[in-house]
């Protein structure tokens, strides 16, 4: 899940702060695919939109990871791709606080981007604040979708991001966390909770797209975020990577059962 993808001659490519940035095919697509519905009910300018909010704020999230890379002594590459991107480091920053502190760099850059987007409507306000939870009162304009999406974007998804979930930012503050308190078992420990909250997202998901407010969901409170049937999928997709991992030779229980070095064994 945390390879670079291939490089392809449709790549875009350019560099930003120093760091270069490319930006797969893939990134286009998954982006499309996500707004889709924006398209088909909204029209092709906020479709257009929704694409520069999603490329941007991925891209200030793994800016945010680079910058921390550097802070620390390496220089990373940036790469957009599929439904994220990612910020690969020139070589492996060593010690648990730190590589918590890069997780954490990527949706803390996007709060601070929603902070930015926040202060400035507040002191000269161009968009209408819809309240969370609440469907457009009529047509917005595009600004309003534009405030919007920013702030669905970089905080939704930034919270999103942090939950214990390999391997998002939070399942890796959970992989650290985890290590701190059980040692060489908090790898497994992380997985496993990685795989089973994967599979109730998936589940809480899949009701959501099936009931929408209906019986089984009204009672939810109207600013916790609705489940879709793409978010059943990017969680299940998880919950395998997760399982896949845990089912690897290197993460057994004999092996962790066993404290000798492996030359002794």
Not at 3 to 29: C, K, N, Q, S
Not at 55 to 63: A, G, K, T
Not at 208 to 222: H, M, S
Not at 230 to 236: E, K, N, S, V
């Amino acid at each position: 899940m945390l390879a670079e993808p291939e490089r392809t001659p449709y790549d875009l490519r350019f560099r930003l702060l120093g760091f270069p940035v490319r930006v797969h095919p893939w990134f286009w697509i998954g982006t499309a695919l996500f707004g889709g519905e924006i398209l088909q009910v909204l029209g092709i300018a906020y479709f257009a939109v929704w694409v520069g909010v999603v490329f941007v704020s991925i891209l200030v999230h793994e800016l945010g990871h680079a910058l921390a890379f550097r802070r620390f002594g390496a220089d990373a590459d940036i790469v957009l791709y599929a439904f994220g991107g990612l910020a690969v480091p020139t070589f492996a920053i060593s010690g648990r606080g730190r590589r918590i502190l890069i997780a954490l760099a990527g949706p803390v850059a996007g709060f601070i981007l929603a902070g930015i987007v926040y202060a400035s409507n507040q002191a000269s306000p161009w968009a209408f604040v819809r309240p969370v939870g609440q469907p457009w009162p009529k047509m917005p304009s595009v600004t309003d979708f534009l405030y919007d999406s920013l702030m669905f974007v970089n905080v939704g998804w930034g919270i999103l991001n942090l939950l214990p979930v390999f391997p998002l930012d939070g399942g890796q503050v959970s992989r650290e966390v985890c290590g701190i308190a059980w040692g060489p078992r908090g790898k497994r420990i992380s997985l496993q909770i990685s795989f089973v909250l994967a599979l109730v997202l998936v589940a809480y998901s899949l009701v959501c797209a099936l009931d929408g407010r209906g019986a089984l969901t009204k009672e939810l409170p109207t600013w916790l975020p609705q489940g879709s049937f793409w978010t059943a999928i990017l969680f299940g997709m998880l919950a395998v990577s997760s399982y896949q991992l845990l089912q690897q030779p290197d993460w057994t229980e004999d092996h962790w059962d066993d404290d000798r070095p492996p030359w002794k064994r």
